[in-house]
């Protein structure tokens, strides 16, 4: 009854703080608990079959148990046997240290010893983030935190760990990383000892810096970060790859490019003004030929490409008509200007008519 009365007094004391559960079953376990907060310790499995049985804190008996009576040292702590649940509350950093579990056999001879250390932490109460841009579009970020015994901090992106195309430096003493200037995206910064974990999130775009890569006007060539805003050295970027909202990163110059295709505008220009030159050169021939075959008749037929012969002809009639004829008949003459372009043919006279002519021939 004495032990029921105290164990309902106790329960009434429980800390309201974080609680923690620790297995302490295994020798040589370790335990953490919450500052101010509640830590529940299994020592066994069952408490049914040892006589006795009894828990030390530094060699400080705080628990013992003899034939299911419960004597416990403290008001802070409350012994649960149907599960062998030992749970301490209202934790300081004074409970931290070495407990011992013995167990003894009906004679009183001990039949077993395990210990554990209990270690208790403040936990993280809050995380902070600063963020600031540098001179060459750089992003440094740090992050602190506000109570929490050895923290630990890491950093994630868009959910995953950043890696080190991203980083530019990370220092692990001050919690402070240096992003690269492309870097946009999700930043989370987490804080987490062995009794809590906090988190902080910021989005995070760059700095207005793009990745040039070209020639500027008097011929030099440029590569690096420069500010979007003021990119003014260069003519015009040659290629540049953008990364997130404004900054560009990874870019490929047109210099990289075969000979063929950095040269090819200037190959096309001269290649059309050839084709031009030799298209009107052409009819500026054919104009020319065309020119010359293309003269009057007249100045041809002068020239000699024609010639013009005139003829007296005669025609006389067959001898055999002409002695039944009682008079000599005049024969017919024609006159007549006959233009021809080659040598005429020979013909052969018939035996009908025979043709006397004298051909004059005249340039």
């Given at each position: 009854m004495k032990a029921v009365v105290g164990?309902?007094?106790?329960?009434?004391?429980?800390?309201?703080?974080?609680?923690?559960?620790?297995?302490?079953?295994?020798?040589?376990?370790?335990?953490?608990?919450?500052?101010?907060?509640?830590?529940?310790?299994?020592?066994?499995d069952s408490t049914s079959e040892l006589p006795r049985y009894q828990l030390l804190k530094n060699s400080l008996k705080i628990l013992d148990v003899k034939n299911d009576q419960v004597n416990m040292i403290g008001n802070r702590s409350i012994f649960i046997a149907s599960n062998g649940t030992f749970r301490?509350?209202?934790?300081?950093?004074?409970?931290?240290?070495?407990?011992?579990?013995?167990?003894?056999?009906?004679?009183?001879?001990?039949?077993?010893?395990?210990?554990?250390?209990?270690f208790i932490q403040a936990p993280v109460s809050s995380v902070l983030l600063v963020s600031e841009c540098l001179s060459q579009g750089e992003r440094r970020v740090s992050c602190s935190s506000e109570g929490g015994d050895s923290p630990q901090y890491s950093w994630t992106l868009d959910g995953r760990t950043l890696t080190d195309a991203e980083l530019f430096s990370v220092n692990t003493k001050t919690n402070i990383i240096t992003l690269k200037q492309h870097v946009s995206g999700r930043l989370v910064c987490s804080v987490r000892n062995k009794v809590s974990n906090v988190s902080k999130e910021e989005r995070i775009s760059t700095c207005g810096f793009i990745f040039i890569n070209c020639t500027s006007v008097n011929g030099t060539q440029i590569s690096g970060w420069v500010y979007e805003a003021n990119n003014t050295p260069c003519i015009e970027t040659t290629d540049h790859t953008q990364t997130?909202?404004?900054?560009?990163?990874?870019?490929?110059?047109?210099?990289?490019?075969?000979?063929?295709?950095?040269?090819?505008?200037?190959?096309?220009?001269?290649?059309s003004a050839a084709v031009i030159y030799l298209v009107v050169g052409v009819a500026l021939i054919c104009a020319q030929r065309q020119k010359q075959n293309y003269r009057p008749t007249k100045q041809k037929d002068?020239?000699?490409?024609h010639e013009v012969t005139y003829a007296n002809l005669g025609v006389m009639k067959q001898q055999e008509k002409r002695v039944e004829q009682t008079g000599q008949v005049e024969a017919e003459v024609e006159y007549g200007q006959v233009k021809i372009s080659k040598l005429p043919q020979h013909t052969e006279p018939t035996e009908d008519d025979c043709l006397y002519a004298r051909v004059h021939k005249v340039r």
């Amino acid at each position: 009854m004495k032990a029921v009365v105290g164990l309902l007094v106790l329960l009434v004391r429980v800390s309201h703080g974080v609680e923690t559960y620790c297995d302490g079953r295994q020798d040589g376990a370790q335990c953490f608990g919450t500052l101010e907060g509640s830590v529940d310790i299994q020592l066994m499995d069952s408490t049914s079959e040892l006589p006795r049985y009894q828990l030390l804190k530094n060699s400080l008996k705080i628990l013992d148990v003899k034939n299911d009576q419960v004597n416990m040292i403290g008001n802070r702590s409350i012994f649960i046997a149907s599960n062998g649940t030992f749970r301490l509350n209202n934790l300081s950093r004074t409970d931290s240290g070495n407990y011992t579990l013995q167990t003894f056999d009906s004679d009183g001879r001990s039949s077993g010893v395990q210990t554990l250390q209990l270690f208790i932490q403040a936990p993280v109460s809050s995380v902070l983030l600063v963020s600031e841009c540098l001179s060459q579009g750089e992003r440094r970020v740090s992050c602190s935190s506000e109570g929490g015994d050895s923290p630990q901090y890491s950093w994630t992106l868009d959910g995953r760990t950043l890696t080190d195309a991203e980083l530019f430096s990370v220092n692990t003493k001050t919690n402070i990383i240096t992003l690269k200037q492309h870097v946009s995206g999700r930043l989370v910064c987490s804080v987490r000892n062995k009794v809590s974990n906090v988190s902080k999130e910021e989005r995070i775009s760059t700095c207005g810096f793009i990745f040039i890569n070209c020639t500027s006007v008097n011929g030099t060539q440029i590569s690096g970060w420069v500010y979007e805003a003021n990119n003014t050295p260069c003519i015009e970027t040659t290629d540049h790859t953008q990364t997130g909202t404004v900054s560009k990163e990874n870019s490929t110059s047109s210099s990289d490019d075969p000979w063929y295709i950095r040269y090819f505008p200037m190959v096309g220009v001269v290649l059309s003004a050839a084709v031009i030159y030799l298209v009107v050169g052409v009819a500026l021939i054919c104009a020319q030929r065309q020119k010359q075959n293309y003269r009057p008749t007249k100045q041809k037929d002068e020239e000699g490409d024609h010639e013009v012969t005139y003829a007296n002809l005669g025609v006389m009639k067959q001898q055999e008509k002409r002695v039944e004829q009682t008079g000599q008949v005049e024969a017919e003459v024609e006159y007549g200007q006959v233009k021809i372009s080659k040598l005429p043919q020979h013909t052969e006279p018939t035996e009908d008519d025979c043709l006397y002519a004298r051909v004059h021939k005249v340039r």
